[in-house]
């Protein structure tokens, strides 16, 4: 009883430890939808994976959104749009201008489609999704300017310029981020409907010096995925419209973690009883031979010495299939992990993000037809498996012709998708070393084709020992 009440408290505290993980957040960096200095652009003075336009400004350590001159606009937008559900978005900017009020200011997006330029703080008025808008100009007369809005909307919104969009905001906060001496930090985090605006005034050089400005509960009309951007433009006062940098991470929830987690511990637990199974089987078959040695010994010393010779080469052979059985295994489990990633490097639709401008179609041809030979080759290895298997359980000659035909058939086969594999590879590697001479790093794919050959030679070679031992028993 004792006994039992410790095991329940145990438990009872490990699952209590667990629960602050299971609601934990991993945030992942997304470069393709960041920016920031030093080497902003590139040698023909764009942005990496974004695209500015209007009278947007990108240098090596920042982007000007918009320059201090009057009646100007400017953008900035993500090329590819994002797809990760729960974000976190962390803008560095400065609005600087030499009079006391300036104009008109500056917006942050994130919309169901790439906006144009427009009267919306260099934005069209008609975006679906979030829009997050320092406005620097008092328009009502109310004295609440510099101020920070987050507007929502499903495309139909017509922004009220005059009112300084007041009836039209989800939520707000007076914040002065005119001329600060710092850089000013946004942090807009959106995770499970809820949207949250963070904000660090630029008054000290502390890192993590944000207070609340907005938070927004079970946000609706939000779309699953959607473009970042940034936009700003001027008035009749200008100012100067800067982001030093634009940090996108994709929030990741723990509990999805822990899936992946649990799959992955069941693989290796499959793993372990199929090799305990085997070993098993191995220690029953040697006591067998030894129960068999001590029966026939008795009575006839010669033939049971005869006997005990082949007894061994039995336990030999069993255990040679017990290691190509487990070898086989470990292949299969590669060819998982080939397919999955195969599959998450088809639907990123980017092999090489270093090289945006190269043609991508024939590459991504090259690699679905990989991942069909890798599908092959792992039905393949299912059926030897249930074939030695079957060998296994029923001690079966491994040398008999339907056995063995039918293992050389699926050895010839998995052979003749690797050389197929291996012509591809040979291609794509071709290919990368022309658009990147200074490529010269050997491939993760010839390197897992390379263990994928090894493997098959080695089974193939146990085949091959089998059959000659087998056919050296009539010596015997």
Known sequence: MLQK????????????AMLPQLYSVLPKFEYKYSFKG??????????????????????????????SIRSRKGWVWANEIYTGGNWMVDVSLRVTGRLRNGADGLAIWFTEAKGNEGPLFGNIESFKGIGVILDSFDNDGLNDNPKILVVLSNGSLHYEHQSDGLSQATGSCLRDFRNRPH?????????????????????????DDYELCVTIPAVTGIPSAGYFGVSAATGGLSDDHDVLKFITHSLILYENRVEEELKKQQDTVNMEQMTKKYSEMSSEFEKKVDEAEKTEGKGHDGEGKGHGREWERDVERDQNVRIIAETQMRITREIQTLTAKLDQYISSGHPNPQAPGQNLEPLSGDVIQIKTLANTIQQQLSELRTIIDHLVRTGSDITSQQPLHEVKALVQQNGNSLQTMEVILKAIAQRQFLNDPTVACLSPYYFFVAIVIQAAVIIGYHLYQHRQERAAKKFF
């Not at 030093?38 to 974004?50: M, R």
């Not at 499970?192 to 890192?207: A, F, K, Y």
């Open 5 to 16: 009440l410790v095991t329940w408290f145990v438990l009872v505290g490990a699952c209590t």
């Open 183 to 207: 850089p000013v930090k946004l942090r807009i985090t959106y995770l499970r409907g809820t949207l949250e605006v963070w904000i660090h005034e630029g008054l000290s050089d502390i890192e």
């Open 38 to 67: 030093p080497y902003l652009v590139n040698s023909k003075g764009q942005i990496p994976f974004w695209t500015h336009g209007g009278n947007a400004i990108a240098s090596e350590d920042q982007v000007r959104v918009c320059p």
